[in-house]
């Protein structure tokens, strides 16, 4: 990248401007689709459709009053909101928009920066945006807070984990940790001959590494703090987590960084996994497809297709309970992503012609027997038994019985036949002597 | 011959040499607020941004895959488990300024001063005459900076590297022993739950608080259940119990009633 300084400023302001509009869009999105979901109409009152509703409740939150408690830690209280925004906004930048393009003379690739190890930014961003989580709550100089900080970052820090297993898939499959490279060496086609019909495949790696995508995908859920996986703030179930004592801008500040991650890493997963800013079909259907500003649209429509999945994820699926989402992060995906990297060096090695026919066999053979053998293996889950002694209710469980007579309500009772009803009141008056509407 | 010292500071570009100046006193402050900060959890941080400071100073020498890493590990990982064990000591545990052995400040701060010149007398004979050695393959192109790394780790220092791995899983797994507590009578499920709830003599819904079908209002006063007995738990431990004569506890007719 050696672009000169003032188009370097100008992309740096760009993809600030895109990422704070995208997520004034994403806000609006969001409750829209929900809506649609729910059968509601969602935000319409401002701007056309509703568009500048997100800007409105931006603006409201800001003019706030800003609420500083007693207890806390001012500099460190100060310092967490910056620091959750700053590792949100610097990840973007190394997220390629398109290929080289002319711009006013000079060719410039449609990325703010990128080299050798670009991939490992978005990682150790999302590694630092940990502190702001944690500091918040700590600042804050509440139990609540505290508490909920702990949960966010240990949920963050778990599925990083599973995040960065999947990443590696690609980073060994490409061989490459640049975003571009990679971008460009998913374009090749995937070769596949079933008998005499040749067909191409996307050379996408969602395709190869199917295994991985899906880790991703859901690592990336858990990795935002998105719903079905929104622990840490829950709005049913508790107050805001970590950021309880925060008002106004600050408050406002986890919500931008929150969002930001949300499009960052929805790029990086089409970055990695779907082609970038590849058009999602051949390049001899529309050769011109991949050139110039053009793909700008592919890559925002895939970027605009996850964020619709996070939605759909958010208006379908029931909150976890947080044992059994932490049980998943470390007993499924983890062990799965690291199964699936040791079959996948092996097949690389099985596949590789260069090799002699008895190693490929071995290697190739062996890492499926492999994953036979713990697919037929695997301890199924604890089946059932009946007790030994019968309970009372339906399936073992106590629950009222099916014919249960539900004796008439006194309201009724009392609207039907006043007569008789202050009869029966009169004989329990003694027990229930807060019921005072009577007489 | 060249010495390293000089060919560094001869290469060093305008921006590296400005990068240096602008972070080289951050983390150096950071070092020095490490050791004065008052608070456990401010030493942390400084730790942190000196950290980060290292991490860029790796970048800036054409090692972006080890700075990068320094980041994710050390900042991300290692130092968030500092941060995770530290909250949890409460937000008000200060250093104590007292000092417990008479003179031990003065003698620290002498022995301190000789550690450093030792150390830093040490690094610069170590240091000074060395040669640069013809461009490593990494250096020309040859060889990504990934490569290089990825090579000198599982060839040349593949035993060092398993050793360390071997000793870190040993410590972790030795750690979950210590902590881990064996739950006395095994796992209980949901159902297990559920029976114990509805199980004859158990009320299984949520319990009135203190006061409710009571004809007082006081902390001492029993709660009652929707049978009329009294509810064990509404009863505190530190309020002595009032028994009622019956006179007392019969109801008052303070509505105007009759029975």
């Not at chain 1, 939150?61 to 209280?77: G, H, I, S, Y």
């Not at chain 1, 996408?204 to 295994?211: G, K, N, R, S």
């Not at chain 1, 090695?349 to 008895?358: Q, R, S």
């Not at chain 2, 991300?76 to 941060?83: K, N, P, R, S």
Request: glycine share 8%; proline share 6%.
């Amino acid at each position: 990248m050696n672009d000169p300084i003032w188009l370097m400023l100008v992309k740096g302001v760009l993809v600030f401007v895109v990422l704070v509009l995208l997520v004034l869009f994403t806000i609006w999105y969001e409750r829209r689709v929900v809506a649609i979901m729910q059968v509601r109409p969602g935000p319409n009152r401002n701007g056309p459709f509703g568009l500048l509703q997100s800007l409105a409740d931006g603006l409201k939150l800001a003019f706030k009053e800003d609420v500083m408690p007693r207890t806390a830690d001012k500099v460190v209280f100060i310092a967490a909101p910056v620091i959750a925004v700053t590792c949100a906004f610097t990840a973007f930048s190394v997220i390629p928009f398109g290929p080289e393009v002319n711009v006013f003379g000079v060719e410039t690739a449609l990325q703010l920066t990128d080299f050798e190890v670009s991939v490992l930014v978005i990682l150790a961003c999302s590694a630092l945006g940990v502190y702001g989580i944690v500091l918040a709550g700590w600042a804050s100089g509440s139990a609540y807070s505290l508490l909920g900080a702990l949960r966010a970052a240990a949920q963050v820090i778990s599925y990083e984990i599973a995040l960065g297993l999947a990443v590696l898939a690609v980073f060994f499959q490409s061989q490459l940790l640049s975003t571009g490279a990679i971008v460009e060496a998913q374009a090749e086609g995937l070769p596949l001959t079933i008998g005499s019909l040749e067909l191409t495949l996307p050379g996408w790696y969602f395709i190869i590494l199917a295994p991985s995508f899906v880790i991703f995908v859901i690592a990336m859920v858990g990795e935002t703090n998105r719903a079905p996986f929104d622990l840490p703030e829950a709005e049913s179930e508790l107050v805001a987590g970590f950021a309880t004592e925060y008002s106004s801008l600050k408050y406002a500040s986890f919500f931008l960084a929150e969002y930001v991650n949300m499009v960052t890493m929805s790029a990086l997963c089409v970055t990695l996994f779907l082609g970038g800013w590849a058009a999602p079909f051949p390049d001899a259907w529309w050769p011109a497809a991949n050139e110039g500003f053009m793909p700008l649209i592919w890559f925002f429509a895939k970027v605009l297709a996850f964020l619709f999945f996070y939605v759909w994820l958010r208006g379908t699926l029931p909150r976890l309970r947080y044992d059994q989402f932490m049980r998943l992060g470390w007993k499924v995906l983890v062990p799965v992503s690291l199964v699936w990297l040791m079959v996948l060096a092996a097949m690389n090695i099985g596949l590789d012609a260069g090799n002699g026919l008895t190693t490929r066999i071995a290697f190739a053979g062996g890492a499926a027997i492999v994953v036979m053998a713990l697919i037929f293996f695997w301890p199924s889950r604890k089946q059932y038994e009946e007790p030994a002694e019968p309970d009372a209710g339906m399936g073992g469980f106590p629950v009222p019985p099916l014919d249960l007579a539900v004796p008439p309500s006194p309201r009724a009772l009392k609207e039907l036949q006043p007569a008789r009803a202050a009869a029966a009141s009169d004989e329990d008056a003694a027990a229930a002597t807060s019921e005072k509407g009577e007489a | 011959m060249i010495d390293l010292a000089q060919t560094v500071a001869a290469d060093a570009s305008f921006g590296e040499a400005l990068f240096f100046w602008i972070l080289a006193p951050i983390a150096l402050g950071g070092a020095v607020g490490l050791v004065l900060a008052r608070s456990a959890i401010h030493a942390a941080l400084m730790l942190a941004i000196t950290m980060m400071c290292l991490a860029v100073f790796y970048i800036m020498q054409s090692a972006p895959f080890l700075g990068f890493v320094q980041i994710m590990v050390y900042t991300g990982a290692i130092m968030m488990l500092f941060l995770f064990v530290l909250m949890l000591f409460g937000r008000d545990s200060k250093d104590s300024m007292f000092e417990t052995l008479r003179g031990q400040r003065f003698l620290a701060v002498l022995l301190g001063i000789g550690l450093a010149a030792l150390l830093a007398s040490g690094l610069a004979r170590a240091v000074s005459g060395l040669t640069v050695a013809a461009d490593p393959a990494w250096a020309t192109g040859a060889q990504t900076n990934v490569e290089a790394i990825a090579e000198a780790l599982f060839s040349t220092y593949l035993f060092p590297f398993e050793i360390v791995s071997g000793v870190l899983t040993v410590a972790a797994v030795g750690a979950l022993m210590f902590a881990h507590v064996a739950k006395k009578g095994g796992h209980r499920g949901q159902k297990e739950h559920s029976r114990e709830r509805f199980a004859p003599g158990v009320y299984p819904g949520p319990k009135p608080g203190p006061g409710v079908f009571a004809n007082s209002d006081s902390t001492a006063t029993p709660a009652l259940l929707p049978d009329g007995t009294i509810e064990p738990e509404s009863l505190s431990d530190y309020v002595p119990p009032r028994q009622l004569t019956a006179a007392e506890a019969a109801p008052k007719h303070t509505e105007g009633r009759d029975l």
